[in-house]
């Protein structure tokens, strides 16, 4: 009895040893493609190493293109899902806002790219953006809330603000966070990317939990 028991668990264990590392696409901008950052530097290679040293098997996709809006992003959701991830992690709507374009329509775009993943049965990790006050008031708080309602219609995952880790490090101060930016004051340094991935880790943990589960 023992020698069949002992074999099981041996079987388990083998099988856990070569199973396939989870699958994640990361999806979005520059903020996600690594813009002005050496290669490893980026949010990509970065995550993909947190998660792995916090105990999960994963291997990331990068999937983010410079300059991307979340019109483009819905250009192109069906092409990157045609490659079958198990999840997807978004982060867009950067180069909306600094462009001054209509919260309703970014919504929608980005509405497009949850139902397209959800079509499919991928499990969504989306990120929100804090939008500057240059627009106002009004803008601000409703482009934020895309985020929040998006997650809460299409049953995803909802990490705030992709700049999170370096705004706790700083304690709110946006001229203080200036420095963990490159010269361009808009997309973080390594050092920067390395804050914002350890404060939203947690939840992409939570992500791969989602997926892992039976």
């Given at each position: 009895?023992?020698?069949?028991?002992?074999?099981?668990?041996?079987?388990?264990?083998?099988?856990?040893a070569?199973?396939?590392?989870?699958?994640i696409?990361?999806?979005?901008?520059?903020?996600?493609?690594?813009?002005?950052?050496e290669a490893?530097?980026?949010?990509?290679?970065?995550?993909e190493?947190w998660?792995?040293?916090?105990?999960?098997?994963?291997?990331?996709?990068?999937?983010?293109?410079?300059?991307?809006?979340?019109?483009?992003?819905?250009?192109?959701?069906?092409w990157t899902?045609?490659?079958?991830?198990?999840?997807l992690i978004?982060?867009?709507?950067?180069?909306?806002?600094?462009?001054?374009?209509?919260?309703?329509?970014?919504?929608?775009?980005l509405?497009?790219?949850?139902?397209?993943?959800?079509?499919?049965?991928?499990?969504?990790?989306?990120?929100?953006?804090?939008?500057?006050?240059?627009f106002?008031p009004?803008?601000?708080?409703?482009?934020?809330?895309?985020?929040?309602?998006?997650?809460?219609?299409?049953?995803?995952?909802?990490?705030?603000?992709?700049?999170?880790?370096?705004?706790?490090?700083?304690?709110?101060?946006?001229?203080?966070a200036?420095?963990?930016?490159?010269?361009?004051?808009?997309?973080p340094?390594?050092?920067g990317?390395?804050?914002?991935?350890?404060a939203?880790?947690?939840?992409?943990l939570?992500?791969v939990?989602?997926?892992?589960?039976?």
């Amino acid at each position: 009895m023992h020698k069949v028991l002992a074999a099981m668990v041996f079987v388990f264990f083998s099988n856990l040893a070569v199973a396939d590392p989870l699958r994640i696409t990361a999806f979005g901008d520059s903020l996600v493609h690594g813009y002005g950052l050496e290669a490893g530097q980026g949010l990509v290679p970065q995550l993909e190493i947190w998660l792995n040293d916090n105990g999960a098997d994963v291997v990331l996709t990068n999937a983010g293109v410079s300059g991307d809006t979340t019109a483009g992003g819905a250009a192109r959701i069906d092409w990157t899902l045609s490659d079958k991830p198990q999840a997807l992690i978004v982060l867009l709507g950067g180069n909306d806002m600094l462009r001054g374009m209509l919260p309703a329509d970014a919504k929608a775009n980005l509405a497009r790219i949850l139902s397209a993943a959800q079509a499919q049965g991928v499990d969504v990790l989306l990120i929100g953006m804090q939008a500057p006050g240059n627009f106002g008031p009004e803008y601000k708080a409703e482009f934020e809330a895309i985020y929040r309602d998006l997650a809460a219609e299409y049953d995803s995952l909802l990490f705030k603000d992709a700049f999170a880790g370096i705004l706790a490090q700083v304690g709110g101060d946006p001229v203080a966070a200036q420095q963990f930016l490159q010269g361009d004051g808009i997309h973080p340094d390594a050092r920067g990317v390395a804050l914002n991935v350890e404060a939203m880790g947690p939840t992409v943990l939570e992500l791969v939990a989602r997926v892992s589960s039976p």
